[in-house]
């Protein structure tokens, strides 16, 4: 969930401020990686509603996009994608230096695999991910994970006021 904090500057432009106001943003990326457009629909909306900033692909190409492109903090991915497999993805993450995922206290990658297919204790004890949630899922489960994987990990923003 995102907080808000207030910082005043010395300087204003505004007489009746004592300093100039910025508002800080603190909120998470989260990678939505999913082709099932009605799941994705209501898990961005629900995470939206919690203020995290949310990225859609439906595909491991969009995603290695997303992932070269802008820092993020959770992946939420699919294991059976249109182009390839989640498992590829996680590889080819691996193998890029300029895609960084930080792993998480317990060395785990901040990621939660999303199935409709049972993942095998092997692929698990391979890729390490934060979660597997197998579908259905409860909606809960996942916005709990959300804000456990994201906890520490908010990124400051600012953005004038006033």
Known sequence: MGSTAYILFAESDDPNLPGKVY?????????????????????????????????????VAGALAILRACHVDLILLDINLPDSTGWDLLRTIRSLPEITLRPTDDDRLPVVVLSAVRVSNCRLEEFRPLAYLSKPFPLEAVLRLAAQATAGRDVDRYRGIG
Request: glycine content about 2%; proline content about 0%.
């Open 23 to 59: 508002e800080t943003m603190r909120q998470a990326h989260i990678l939505l990686v999913e082709d099932n457009e009605v799941l994705c629909e209501v898990l961005v909306r629900n995470l939206r509603a919690r203020g995290y900033t949310v990225s859609v692909v439906h595909d």
